[in-house]
T-cell receptor
Framework: EAQVTQNPRYLITVTGKKLTVTCSQNMNHEYMSWYRQDPGLGLRQIYYSMNVEVTDKGDVPEGYKVSRKEKRNFPLILESPSPNQTSLYFC??????????????FGDGTRLSIL | AQTVTQSQPEMSVQEAETVTLSCTYDTSENNYYLFWYKQPPSRQMILVIRQEAYKQQNATENRFSVNFQKAAKSFSLKISDSQLGDTAMYFCAFGDPQGGSEKLVFGKGTKLTVNP
């Protein structure tokens, strides 16, 4: 089954404790992206990756890091989480740039609470 | 930068009736894509329908259809024969394949409630 898998689904943690949210896709997609969803703001892009070892900032990259060492994985790293990073996070992937006939596939989301 | 506006934070409709969700966007691009995503209480992001800007014909998917007005930069979603399972947040999104980042720009969402 084609899917984007995020882990964990839920996490409550404390300020300053480094955490990683993993994202893996099994569709051999080139493009992967992270979004955060906040009430009243919709979804906003954090980082994206066009392919292995190619990453770039989205609209709200502050406080986040990413890496793309393998095509299937695109982890989101919060080196020193703060309460303003409490949010719902989505990983998404698509075959390549330009959308063609394939839209982005989303993971099921990760609810992060930073105390 | 592109922006997407959904002017209806919340809407409700009776089961079996028709409802239209509005979306407007701002861009200087000529070729782009538009999407409607549904987010039920399970939080999944589910693609409802998509439209390529170069196609004049409005997209349809079963009970879902769009009214795409390119000149007016409007992209509304019509849900016919509403069902209880249509209760969800609906997000309009703009995609620019020439923008370089390939990101989707989302509106703030419309919460739709279908009443029995």
């Amino acid at each position: 089954e084609a899917q984007v898998t995020q882990n964990p689904r839920y996490l409550i943690t404390v300020t300053g404790k480094k955490l990683t949210v993993t994202c893996s896709q099994n569709m051999n997609h080139e493009y992967m992206s992270w979004y955060r969803q906040d009430p009243g703001l919709g979804l906003r892009q954090i980082y994206y990756s066009m392919n292995v070892e190619v990453t770039d900032k989205g609209d709200v990259p502050e406080g986040y890091k990413v890496s793309r060492k393998e095509k299937r994985n695109f982890p989101l790293i919060l080196e020193s989480p703060s309460p303003n990073q409490t949010s719902l996070y989505f990983c998404a992937s698509s075959p390549s740039a330009g959308y063609s006939n394939q839209p982005q596939h989303f993971g099921d989301g990760t609810r992060l609470s930073i105390l | 930068a592109q922006t997407v506006t959904q002017s209806q934070p919340e809407m409700s409709v009776q089961e079996a009736e028709t409802v239209t969700l509005s979306c407007t966007y701002d861009t200087s691009e000529n070729n782009y894509y538009l999407f409607w995503y549904k987010q039920p209480p399970s939080r999944q992001m589910i693609l409802v329908i998509r439209q390529e800007a170069y196609k004049q014909q409005n997209a349809t998917e079963n009970r879902f259809s769009v009214n795409f007005q390119k000149a007016a930069k409007s992209f509304s979603l019509k849900i016919s024969d509403s069902q209880l399972g249509d209760t969800a947040m609906y997000f309009c999104a703009f995609g620019d394949p020439q923008g370089g980042s390939e990101k989707l720009v989302f509106g703030k969402g419309t919460k739709l409630t279908v009443n029995p």
